[in-house]
């Protein structure tokens, strides 16, 4: 939110503080100031290696080149029909300034003026922004001649004075603009660009942001400013009550709703100031009316809609105006202020009169009631509105706006009428209207204002700094809390403007932020604890997974992390689920529900990075969330891995490398199971995986127990996925159920006599696994075979059709050297338990 100082000096002396004094107050106060422009007035200057506190902008304008002047006549060029010639005066002598200005140029030639227009004027050497240059460049002015006449000095736009990015037309000044004063000490300002977080919503007003400076400097707060002292209503003129009846269908979205009553309005550009003010603080001045329902917004936080009361009128009849607040039936439509027809549900809000919809609650007006330029009579709305479905409608129909702003972070029902009769006061000021007497206000459900105890060893307790109950009232006090002492305890109660401060153990803990943000968090003195420090005691089960994450990454693979939220549709490419944990309130459509694949979420992070390298290795670690009827989710542990694209990528000297397969992944898995200790693990291949080619996968079990899968992905998997040519390979492991092995810390000592290495080549079926044979030798060789080792696998019709020969590395190792015939001895007793168990046959 951006807010001008000027703006702020209605509500609170601000002297002898700097700009950079009151944005580093805000900042420690929780309302950080991102950055400063300056509109004029003298930029600060720092010494050489000096810290800026913050990032700051603008142009200081020189007090005795560029002033306050008033042109007298707008007279023709001689040698261009769209320049003009001013006599103007700049409180010290008459000058003939040279402008092509397109909203001064229909005074051309109307002879000396009735009322001179006040401008800003520059002299020779002024340095200002060049109006005809894209962005903010800055130039010294300098004499020249234009079509034949010297120009030596200009009247300004907003654009060369820095304050907006308009330079159309030159600033038409206020008619009191003291002729002949810099312009910095008339209209120069700063303007404060401050962070508003949701639990400082109050504050986006300037009101809140002066009520803050006034806690903060100790100084006093001019709420009862002659510009908020509401113009009495005309009395010989109708009470609005009697001409305006509304009705709340949903109080408890909308608890309060106001309205009042102006006539013979006349439809006008604002005062320049004010002009100058929304400007800055980055609203687009548009006519007095709509002007004045946004600067008493700025003003005090509660926005405002302008309905032309004559065509409430017409859509009437003779009938009393009724306004109806109610929900939108599905499919209803509205046709906004934006000219853009929006179609609602029942979760946004109408106002309506008895034929049809005017407004989108608490968003944007609606067109056919919006006010002309021929709009006489207004209807001023003010209304409180449930924060929640203000955001819901805001964000559903892509309408952000400065109303939705304040109403999606919250303001309190009691600024509606305050809103509403400081709105009529300006309108009665710019448009010169009449009040009508009197305020609609249907408050059917007015909330209840927190009353929270507070003592003195609380504030000790959690603050750490000793108070006084009189000086934490005082604190208080500062920020409209209203404070009672008794019994040892001060009773506070939250000001009207407040809808932040709870009740209980929540409202004393909101309190006592407050007593510390006006006490100053930089005053709170820094103590060390003076508990005992609690036991240390560790968390296994994360310091296992960083253990199984420094063995993922020592193999080669990168860690991802994935959103846990995703969408069905998403997931469906890989699994098919019935049931998902759903979100009430999801942030988009794509992140609706929580993952149950995380094999799913690995494949989104490949599938989006995949054209950037031609090797990837990734693995996550993660919960996902599986639904369980009338209670929280279970969110069981997995490890997800996939590989696909190069074995090595393409080098200088690495010349067409081949692509993973099936066995790079099962070699690192076999390594990582190693790497954990983990002993009996075996391999069976599946044609249940679905998401997994058939034939090319494999379970993983340790005894009986599955804990993982892995293999290909399926050509019908991946065909739904952007992946490239090359094969995926994919693992998924259930944690819980690795976790729950205990691993094996076996010791094998290095025999002291030398081992005898023999190869044997067996022929077998084709449907004998090789595990099978491996799991023989080694149950008929037993402790004499300390290793077996499969090296080849040959097939081919001169081992016979349907045969294959599984080749073997054996290693025989004793307690004594071995001779050639112990070596046979153990080969033949191999052999005839291979051919009595399997069929196998010794291949020659």
């Known amino acids: 939110m951006k807010i001008p100082i000027s703006w702020l000096k209605d509500f609170i002396d601000l002297d002898g503080l700097s700009v950079e004094d009151i944005a580093r107050k805000l900042t420690l106060a929780g309302m950080e100031v991102d950055e400063i422009l300056y509109v004029g007035l003298p930029m600060p200057v720092y010494k050489e290696g000096e810290k800026h506190e913050f990032k700051t902008n603008g142009i200081a304008w020189d007090k005795e080149k560029i002033v306050v002047a008033e042109i007298r006549e707008v007279k ?48 020779e050497g002024s340095v200002l922004y060049d109006g005809h240059a894209e962005g903010q460049v800055l130039m010294t002015l300098k004499r020249a001649k234009i079509r034949g006449v010297d120009s030596y000095s200009m009247v300004c736009s907003e654009k060369e004075l820095g304050i907006t990015e308009e330079s159309d037309g030159i600033i038409l000044l206020d ?29 986006a007003n300037v009101i809140g942001i002066a009520r803050e400076l006034a806690a903060l400097t100790g100084r006093e707060l001019k709420v009862e400013s002659p510009k908020l002292q509401v113009q009495p209503a005309t009395s010989n003129l109708q009470s609005v009550t009697d001409l305006v009846e509304i009705e709340l269908k949903n109080p408890e979205i909308n608890p309060r709703f106001t309205a ?104 944007m007006g609606g067109l056919e009631s919006e006010v002309t330029d021929n709009t006489k009579n207004i209807l001023l709305e003010g209304a409180a509105w449930n924060f929640i479905n203000i955001r819901k409608t805001a964000k559903q129909h892509n309408l952000p706006s400065e109303a939705s702003f304040r109403f999606s972070r919250g303001v309190h029902p009691a600024m ?33 204002d927190s009353v929270v105890q507070v003592t003195a060893q609380d504030v000790k307790k959690l603050l750490g700094i000793d108070l006084t109950l009189q000086q934490i009232s005082d604190l208080l006090t500062k920020l409209d809390f209203k404070c009672k002492i008794t019994n040892n305890q001060l009773q506070v109660t939250a000001p009207n403007h407040r809808m932040d401060i ?126 369980v009827k009338n209670n929280l989710p279970n969110e069981p542990r997995k490890l997800a891995i996939a590989m696909t694209g190069l074995r090595k990528e393409n080098a200088w000297d690495v010349k067409d490398s081949t692509t993973y397969d099936f066995y790079d992944l099962k070699g690192r898995l076999e390594l990582l199971l190693s790497g954990l200790r983990l002993t009996n693990i075996s391999y069976a291949g599946s044609d249940s995986i679905l998401h997994l080619h058939p034939g090319k996968c494999a379970e993983i079990k ?24 090359s094969p995926v390979l994919v693992a998924e492991f259930d944690l819980e159920a690795v976790r729950g092995v205990n691993p094996t810390y076996g010791i094998t000592p290095v025999s002291e006599f030398p081992p005898v290495y023999e190869d044997i080549a067996v022929i077998v079926d084709e449907s004998v696994l090789a595990e099978t044979v491996e799991a023989l030798i080694k149950q008929t060789g037993g402790r004499s075979v300390s290793q077996v080792k499969l090296f080849d696998v040959y097939r081919d019709e001169k081992i016979g059709a349907g045969k294959k020969s599984l080749a073997y590395n054996l290693t025989y190792q004793s307690d004594k050297t071995m001779t050639d015939a112990d070596a046979a001895a153990i080969r033949n007793k191999i052999v005839k338990r291979l051919e009595h168990a399997v069929g196998a046959k010794l291949r020659s």
């Not at 409180?91 to 009735?114: C, M, S, Y």
């Not at 004063?181 to 008339?186: G, I």
């Not at 300002?189 to 962070?195: N, P, T």
């Not at 199984?548 to 990454?553: E, G, I, K, S, T």
């Open 702 to 725: 340790i005894g009986a127990v599955v804990i993982g899968v892995f293999g290909e992905l399926h050509p019908l998997v991946k065909e739904k996925y952007e992946l490239g040519d």
């Open 76 to 123: 023709a060029h001689p040698n261009a029909d769209k320049l003009t010639l001013l006599d103007l005066y700049d409180g010290e002598k008459d000058q003939v300034v040279l402008t092509g200005a397109p909203n001064i140029f229909h005074l051309k030639g109307t002879g000396r003026l009735e009322k001179p227009i006040k401008v800003a004027y520059a002299k």
């Open 260 to 363: 009042g009553l102006i006539r013979d309005v006349e439809i006008k550009p604002s005062p320049y100031e004010v002009q100058r003010r929304l400007k800055l603080a980055g609203i687009r001045a548009i006519s007095n009316i709509v002007d004045a329902t946004n600067y008493a917004m700025l003003e005090l936080g509660q926005p405002l809609h302008a309905f032309d009361y004559d065509v409430l009128k017409e859509r009437a009849g003779k009938k009393k105006v009724k306004l109806t607040v109610r929900s939108a039936k599905d499919g209803e439509k509205v046709t906004t202020l934006d000219n853009k027809e929006r179609t609602l549900t029942s979760s946004n809000l109408l106002v309506c009169d008895e034929k049809g919809s005017l407004a989108l609650g608490g968003v």
């Open 416 to 448: 509606a009428d305050q809103g509403v009769k400081l709105g009529l006061h300006y309108m009665s000021q710019w448009a010169n209207g009449k009040i009508a007497p009197g305020i609609v206000d249907v408050y059917p459900l007015k909330p209840k």
């Open 502 to 627: 709870g009740e209980g153990a929540i409202g004393l803990a909101d309190v006592l932020e407050e007593v510390a943000r006006s006490y100053g968090y930089d005053n709170i003195p820094t103590t060390t604890m003076a508990d005992a420090l609690p036991p240390q005691t560790g968390n296994p089960v994360h310091e296992w997974e960083e253990h199984l994450r420094d063995l993922l990454v020592a193999l080669g693979l990168q860690e991802v992390l994935s959103y846990r939220m995703t969408s069905i549709e998403k997931e469906s490419r890989v699994v098919q689920h019935n049931t998902y944990v759903q979100f009430a309130n999801p942030i988009a459509p794509e992140k609706s529900v929580l993952r149950r694949s995380l094999i799913a979420s690995v494949l989104d992070n490949l599938e989006k990075n995949i054209r950037l390298s031609d090797s990837f290795a990734l693995f996550e670690i993660g919960s996902i969330f599986e639904p």
């Open 175 to 203: 008619d009191d603009a003291p002729v002949g004063t810099p312009l910095a000490d008339y209209i120069g300002d700063a303007v404060l660009d401050i962070s508003i977080l949701p639990n400082m919503a109050r504050n």
